[in-house]
């Protein structure tokens, strides 16, 4: 994920919660299969990057937000590295010169105006959600579309600080974005049921699989997943196995593609600790995060991003 996405222009706005009926929509003019022709996405990190990439491969006009002109730079160059990166393995037939001249990196919420899609790709702080969400949501259209990133957070939560919680709804990638072919779709009570079905359009143009659930406290994806990645945990923390042995078990003998150690390497362990938490809060005890997860976290030990978390990633 990218660092914090708050460009100068942000208003502080204080939106009501909506009390807007599920009927009676305005028409987005969006296609029920196919992809958006203008897409933006706030946020140029990894993730971020990822979901600008997964777009713009697949024909889409891609605009980036980014906080400041040093990120919006470092974002423009991770798209474009990971678009030629899939000309050269043949995952597109694309040619970069054109794909290029379809995304725009900027720093202003007002570039999104034009948006018919926003998928907001900041960390997962509430606040720091909430703030992106309602400063996107004021400069769209009223038929356009907004969906979170978010891997955890409540998506009927997020929606009640909006004005049309009918037009938002979770879109949860997966990292890397690229190489997934996983798109967790998120239903809020609110979500409308055109928005339902664009969802999984947009899904299958991007030659990946939906998932749909229900809103609920780490959906499906991240409370299966951290479930088995803190108990992954406490085992090496009690010395039942060292964290390859603990990873080649769920390999091996469960056909995991990579085992839970070495995924929350990849995702992150503050990323992880961030869920936990989140999770321990709203499910209970099962959840809470265990002191080895906290400590290395204190460390800095932050899995690839930082060299080094379970397993050594400086090589």
């Known amino acids: 994920m990218s660092n914090s996405v708050l460009p100068s222009n942000l208003p502080d706005s204080g939106l009501p919660d909506s009390g807007l009926p599920d009927s009676g929509l305005p028409d987005s ?16 990190g990894r993730m971020g990057a990822g979901i600008a990439h997964a777009f713009l491969i697949n024909g889409a006009n891609v ?40 995304l725009s990196v900027t720093v202003d919420y007002d570039d999104f105006k034009d948006r018919q899609l926003v998928i907001e790709a900041v960390p997962e702080d509430w606040d720091l959600k909430v703030a992106s ?8 259209d009223d038929g356009a579309y907004l969906a979170s990133n978010t891997s955890s957070i409540s998506v009927n939560a997020l929606a009640r600080e909006l004005q049309r919680p009918h037009n938002f709804l979770g879109l949860h990638f ?68 060292s964290a390859e042995d603990i990873d080649n078990a769920m390999v091996l003998g469960y056909k995991h593609p990579t085992g839970p150690l ?54």
């Open 133 to 140: 969400l309602r400063g996107i949501e004021e400069r769209l």
């Open 174 to 241: 997966f990292n890397p974005v690229p190489a997934s072919t996983l798109i967790e779709v998120v239903l809020g009570e609110h979500t409308s049921e055109p928005l339902a079905q664009a969802a999984r359009g947009w899904v299958e143009a991007l030659g990946k699989t939906a998932v749909v659930v229900n809103d609920a406290p780490g959906f499906a994806s991240s409370r299966l997943g951290v479930a088995i990645a803190l108990e992954a945990m406490r085992m090496v923390e009690e010395g039942v196995a």
């Open 262 to 315: 070495r995924t929350t390497d990849i995702v992150g362990l503050d990323v992880r600790l961030g869920i936990a938490e989140y999770l321990a809060t709203t499910l209970g005890e099962r959840f809470a995060p265990p002191q080895i997860l906290r400590d290395k976290v204190a460390r800095g030990e932050l899995g690839r991003k930082s060299g080094k978390g379970f397993f050594d990633w400086t090589d």
């Open 29 to 44: 003019g969006l296609p029920d299969s196919g992809l958006p022709d203008f897409v933006g996405v706030l946020g140029g």
């Open 63 to 102: 605009l980036v937000v980014e906080r400041d002109e040093e990120a919006a730079e470092a974002a423009r160059e991770r798209v474009e590295s990971a678009a030629a990166k899939s000309i050269e393995r043949g995952a597109t037939d694309g040619n970069l010169d054109e794909m290029v001249s379809r």
